[in-house]
């Protein structure tokens, strides 16, 4: 885990240790833990001084450390289901989950963006070189501004996440291949890199430098410094979402809108599996529980869709990939499959 997420385990344990006395963890009892979830509970419903998401994690944290406690030498005795009692109230996981509903941006609104994007500078031309890459692999932003020019790979189309020198998340190293997404999204990254190349940049330097006041061109010796934080792409997409009029989306949004085409580009499960993959997800699973729920409009046309065509043929599985074959072969699929029907 990274500094911060550490540093907040530590901060709602000593919130405990501070609200039950400082009693000896063996010595924990359940009403000491129920007394103190009534406390942070009033705090996020009543007194609105701690958010929902805030209680739910601080619970969520205590009940996997004291998980881990009850396994240790000294607390042999330590009741089984005592983690259980840190469960945080059904009613306050639902409203942090519902808190933290992102916006999902469609693919329109995301080749808007890039299209809209200005292009008059070397720095424009990177912001929107970002922008593009971001939906050509889907990688995140603490990915995106640790790679280095070595790492794409453009006749194999391709991202090497090399967790020695790149921010993958959990230090996961993966090979990335290019989204399906169009080959004008693809030729934007490959003229930035032909355009970096161009300026002097060797494989170790970075592959979305930070810019300058001054314009690249004015400089006298161009320098290739990597970006502090992630924090200048998400600055640099509220600008291009204000320029091109459509609604901010967080860059690891465009996770989410690949995940949705993950669906439609994928013709077998083995397909939607290697695609899963790619964004880096070992279980398809993930994918479609954090990344890929149905945008509502998407999900409403589908039910009525469903609605006018009554009940499912049975073999709707195994003639839906011939639904845009040649009528010959569709007839033939549909004889073949009559004496089943």
Do not use: C
């Not at 080749?111 to 912001?127: S, Y």
């Not at 189309?157 to 230090?171: G, I, L, N, R, Y």
């Not at 979402?241 to 083995?270: D, L």
Request: glycine share 4%; proline share 5%; charged share 30%.
């Amino acid at each position: 885990m990274n500094d911060k997420t550490i540093a907040a385990a530590l901060r709602h344990i000593r919130q405990f240790e501070e609200a039950t006395g400082n009693v000896d963890f063996s010595q924990i009892s359940r009403d000491e833990i129920i007394a103190y979830k009534d406390i942070i509970r009033a705090k996020a419903e009543e007194e609105g001084s701690l958010s929902a998401s805030t209680v739910v994690h601080s619970l969520g944290t205590l009940k996997a450390f004291f998980s881990w406690v009850s396994k240790q030498p000294r607390f042999e005795k330590m009741p089984r289901d005592l983690p259980d009692y840190f469960t945080p109230p059904k009613r306050l996981v639902k409203i942090a989950n519902a808190a933290t509903e992102k916006y999902v941006p469609s693919v329109d609104e995301i080749r808007t963006l890039i299209a809209e994007a200005p292009v008059n500078t070397v720095q424009q031309r990177r912001d929107r070189a970002m922008i593009a890459f971001l939906y050509l692999t889907g990688v995140r932003d603490g990915a995106l501004i640790t790679l280095r020019m070595k790492h794409v790979n453009i006749s194999r189309k391709m991202v090497f996440q090399d967790a020695k020198e790149v921010a993958t998340k959990a230090s996961k190293t993966m090979r990335t291949v290019w989204f399906p997404v169009g080959e004008d999204i693809e030729a934007i990254v490959v003229d930035w890199l032909a355009e970096l190349r161009g300026l002097g940049a060797r494989d170790d330097d970075p592959l979305f430098p930070r810019g300058f006041k001054k314009h690249w061109g004015e400089l006298k010796e161009v320098r290739f410094d990597f970006l502090a934080s992630a924090t200048p792409v998400r600055h640099m997409m509220k600008a291009a979402a204000e320029n091109a009029g459509t609604q901010y989306f967080r860059p690891h949004a465009i996770r989410s809108t690949i995940a949705r085409m993950i669906e439609r580009w994928g013709a077998t499960a083995e397909e939607r599996k290697a695609l899963s993959q790619n964004l880096g997800h070992e279980d398809y699973r993930t994918t479609l529980v954090y990344y890929g729920a149905l945008d509502e409009d998407h999900q409403h046309a589908l039910v009525e869709s469903i609605r006018n065509r009554g009940e499912v043929d049975p073999h709707l599985d195994i003639l839906q990939p011939f639904s845009k074959a040649p009528d010959h072969i569709r007839v033939a699929m549909f004889a073949l499959l009559q004496p089943y029907r």
